[in-house]
């Protein structure tokens, strides 16, 4: 077994690979770019290299520099972790010319999967059903438009050495196509370095599967149960699950034999992932395989016991599989959800900064249910403008999806985040949508449940009174906490009535609260005057606490808990809402308050995030149409198109192209 082994990757990746190499004796080498000098992996490592500026393709793209890494800190064996090189055949080849060993399949395996035009090739030769589409060189945008017609809209336009959602556009017309073949080529370069894309026709209302393999260096391959991966953005996954909801045992076994079937041709020796795409009857086509451990590997690791990093580094030490198909169960069910630094509210949009407040929920096995956080960043750490703006992936699992399910909108609402914008409202949202929660899912869950993005809302009829009650309670505890403060001038005994007017934004519940022993009663007064039954609140929750952690009427409940003027800002179940509390008195005044209007800044167009310029499509003086393309932004490897969204007449342009701006920098303004 191997002494000493570098990560060749960053972030959230590197810090889960150097815990199992941890626990299995085996040192760490870190690699860091300047912008990640203070990163978690580098402080969880053993040892660690630098190895350049901030950009990836200076430093973490740089095969030499890595193979230099492993020179001068004695590392054996490289884990390239998912991204960067983790799919590149020249890298696995340069580290055997330096003779070191790649933690993950060999090279030839790589060349035959990893392309995803030679991948479905291959697939054709060894008769898997693929999706009808074009692998071959695709020359231009005209040339584009040509092949999508042919094969008929909607099609997929794909980076073939793409990964992540990178590289990928769905196009209904020809315009589209046109549009799309430049944004996704320009991706697949900033992303991949190299540009070459494939056109494929798009399923509609298709299910993502994906099966994960796993071969050694003697030929054998057994498969690990299927991911349901079909909720997705932008194609790039946001929620993972194993098992599918969709597929029965008979179903699961003919996609796991067609996998292994599939790797067998390749020789496949290390962890893998076939992907296909599913029709809701449950027929499927080969779509891809990734050759490297996938982003969600964790639910299955949850769901079968085999931790896939384990068994990368002992297959790639030349040991034998101990396991064999027969001995593969699934045990339960485990839900994965991505959380990113972006901004739900704003049309997902990056968002970077420092993370002043970062509180996970625990992680733990108690009563049936395990919580996990893989995550590569810590309180204080820096959310850069140069890489994935992933910050944690939190994974739980039950022996049912119902329980999964819950366990994880639990610990979506204890995961307390500041300083940055982030998804979890998002993500609560999600994980209570009736229909998420019955399993009738596609790939276009998302466009299809919020066709106008993700928007605030107003909590409503339970969740309204649960969210006044859990205000009312952290009130009522602040004003005890005061009553006791010590030196107050002596008088009469402060009264405090039972009576509150709780706002929602504008919306009123009024309520009374009152305390019983240990706990808190609350009691909402009905719309005819009466008093409502009595629900009963049982929390340790003391100021300062960032999450209200208790139960109400015996059902566990969280809430992310921030201090506003005169109430609190509580965020729960994809809510997340200004409260106010105040006595009888105090509500008397405040209704007369009169509301303050938001400012217009509909003529200026400003940028949504930190980011480059990488074009502006307009002049001053041009006329333009709503929907027309006024800019283009590159952050975080993703270029952002922006469009007007009425029609009008640019009167000034401020940026140009190759500029980098600041979130809300003015770029033009209209007329």
């Known amino acids: 077994m191997f002494k000493r082994i570098l990560i060749a990757n960053r972030g959230e990746i590197a810090c889960r690979i150097i815990k199992t190499a941890r626990r299995m004796g085996i040192e760490t080498v870190a690699v860091y770019s300047e912008a990640d000098r203070d990163a978690l992996h580098v402080e969880m490592a053993d040892d660690a290299v630098f190895i350049g500026p901030p950009a990836a393709a200076e430093s973490y793209l740089m095969i030499d520099k890595i193979v230099e890494a492993c020179r001068s800190s004695g590392a054996e064996a490289v884990h390239p972790g998912y991204g960067f090189l983790s799919e590149r055949e020249a890298f696995p080849r340069a580290l055997e010319k330096a003779g070191i060993v790649f933690i993950g399949p060999n090279p030839g395996a790589i060349a035959a999967m990893g392309d995803k035009i030679e991948s479905k090739k291959a697939a054709a030769n060894a008769d898997v059903s693929t999706v009808p589409g074009h692998l071959g060189v695709i020359e231009d945008a005209k040339h584009a438009v040509k092949i999508a017609e042919a094969i008929g809209y909607p099609v997929m336009i794909k980076a073939s050495a793409g990964g992540g959602g990178k590289g990928m556009r769905i196009a209904h017309s020809k315009a589209e196509v046109a549009e799309g073949f430049e944004l996704a080529k320009a991706e697949a370069k900033s992303s991949f370095g190299d540009d070459r894309v494939f056109i494929e026709k798009f399923i509609v209302d298709p299910r993502h599967i994906e099966i994960q393999v796993l071969g050694d260096k003697h030929g054998n391959v057994i498969y690990l149960g299927e991911r349901e991966c079909s909720i997705q953005r932008r194609n790039q996954k946001v929620i993972e699950e194993a098992p599918s909801p969709l597929l029965d045992e008979t179903t699961r076994r003919k996609m796991g034999e067609q996998a292994v079937a599939l790797a067998k041709a390749v020789k496949y020796d290390s962890a893998g992932t076939v992907e296909f795409v599913a029709g809701q009857d449950k027929s499927f086509y080969f779509l891809e395989m990734n050759t490297r451990l996938q982003v969600e590997h964790p639910v299955t690791e949850l769901v079968t016991g085999i931790d896939l990093v384990e068994q990368m580094i002992r297959v790639a030490a030349g040991e034998k599989l101990t396991l064999a198909q027969k001995d593969v169960t699934l045990t339960g069910w485990a839900v994965e959800s991505r959380l990113y630094a972006e901004d739900p509210f704003r049309n997902f949009l990056p968002s970077v900064g420092r993370l002043v407040k970062y509180r996970p929920p625990a992680e733990r096995k108690a009563d049936g249910v395990t919580v996990r956080n893989d995550t590569g960043v810590q309180e204080g750490g820096e959310i850069s403008i140069y890489y994935d703006?992933?910050?944690?992936?939190?994974?739980?699992?039950?022996?049912?999806?119902?329980?999964?399910?819950?366990?994880?909108?639990?610990?979506?609402?204890?995961?307390?985040?500041?300083?940055?914008?982030?998804?979890?409202?998002?993500?609560?949202?999600?994980?209570?949508?009736?229909?998420?929660?019955?399993?009738?899912?596609?790939?276009?869950?998302?466009?299809?449940?919020?066709?106008?993005?993700?928007?605030?809302?107003?909590?409503?009829?339970?969740?309204?009174?649960?969210?006044?009650?859990?205000?009312?309670?952290?009130?009522?505890?602040?004003?005890?906490?005061?009553?006791?403060?010590?030196?107050?001038?002596?008088?009469?005994?402060?009264?405090?009535?039972?009576?509150?007017?709780?706002?929602?934004?504008?919306?009123?519940?009024?309520?009374?609260?009152?305390?019983?022993?240990?706990?808190?009663?609350?009691?909402?007064?009905?719309?005819?005057?009466?008093?409502?039954?009595?629900?009963?609140?049982?929390?340790?929750?003391?100021?300062?606490?960032?999450?209200?952690?208790?139960?109400?009427?015996?059902?566990?409940?969280?809430?992310?808990?921030?201090?506003?003027?005169?109430?609190?800002?509580?965020?729960?179940?994809?809510?997340?809402?200004?409260?106010?509390?105040?006595?009888?008195?105090?509500?008397?005044?405040?209704?007369?308050?009169?509301?303050?209007?938001?400012?217009?800044?509909?003529?200026?167009?400003?940028?949504?995030?930190?980011?480059?310029?990488?074009?502006?499509?307009?002049?001053?003086?041009?006329?333009?149409?709503?929907?027309?393309?006024?800019?283009?932004?590159?952050?975080m490897k993703m270029q952002n198109v922006l469009r007007a969204e009425q029609d009008g007449t640019v009167k000034k342009v401020y940026a140009a192209a190759g500029a980098t701006l600041a979130v809300d920098a003015l770029i033009l303004e209209f007329a």
């Open 389 to 635: 703006p992933m910050i944690a992936k939190l994974v739980t699992h039950a022996p049912s999806r119902a329980a999964a399910v819950e366990a994880q909108s639990m610990a979506l609402d204890a995961f307390y985040i500041d300083g940055i914008r982030h998804n979890i409202p998002f993500l609560s949202a999600l994980m209570n949508h009736p229909r998420w929660r019955e399993g009738r899912l596609s790939t276009g869950f998302i466009a299809e449940e919020f066709p106008r993005g993700f928007t605030a809302r107003a909590p409503e009829g339970e969740v309204a009174r649960r969210m006044a009650a859990v205000a009312a309670a952290i009130d009522h505890v602040l004003g005890e906490r005061k009553r006791q403060i010590s030196g107050q001038m002596i008088g009469r005994p402060v009264f405090r009535e039972r009576r509150r007017a709780v706002w929602l934004d504008r919306e009123e519940i009024a309520l009374e609260i009152g305390r019983e022993a240990d706990h808190l009663v609350v009691q909402f007064v009905e719309p005819e005057g009466a008093m409502g039954h009595p629900h009963h609140l049982a929390s340790s929750w003391k100021p300062g606490d960032p999450v209200w952690h208790g139960k109400i009427d015996g059902l566990e409940v969280a809430m992310q808990v921030r201090p506003v003027l005169n109430g609190f800002r509580l965020a729960h179940q994809g809510f997340d809402v200004a409260i106010q509390i105040f006595t009888e008195r105090e509500a008397a005044a405040a209704r007369l308050m009169p509301v303050a209007a938001a400012s217009d800044s509909g003529k200026k167009l400003l940028c949504p995030m930190p980011g480059l310029v990488v074009s502006i499509a307009v002049s001053e003086g041009q006329e333009v149409k709503a929907g027309e393309t006024l800019a283009v932004i590159e952050a």
